[in-house]
């Protein structure tokens, strides 16, 4: 199954619905561009809805560290959205969740990057 990605706005945020895997190759290029695209559009309120998303593997894990750095160093946040148990426990796993913005629903994510 391979990696899709949509984006869609509301409120002023950038919602980007990921589903399949983010593995090396396909996944983590599509989330790449996705995030990169956005940022040279000028968005600063990036949030990534991982609720479809049934795998992740280490090079995903770093596409999202990367993704992360590269929107906050173009002066803009990005957040994460919805994550299953499996990347909730890899993040804790690799000590990155308390890096991540993590937030539990969709409302609550666009109050936060609204406040």
Do not use: C, P, W
Request: glycine share 8%; proline share 0%; no cysteine.
């Amino acid at each position: 199954m391979s990696m899709k990605a949509s984006s869609r706005k509301v409120d002023g945020v950038a919602i980007v619905d990921l589903s399949g895997r983010i593995t090396l190759g396909e996944g983590s290029v599509v989330l790449r561009d996705t995030v990169k695209e956005l940022s040279s559009k000028g968005e600063k309120k990036i949030l990534l809805n991982l609720g479809d998303v049934t795998y992740i593997d280490s090079s995903g894990i770093g596409e999202l560290v990367s993704a992360f750095t590269s929107v906050r160093n173009a002066g803009g946040e990005l957040k994460l959205l919805n994550l299953t148990k499996k990347v909730h426990d890899l993040l804790q796993i690799t000590k990155l969740y308390t890096v991540f913005d993590v937030q539990e629903d969709e409302a609550s994510a666009i109050q936060a990057f609204n406040r």
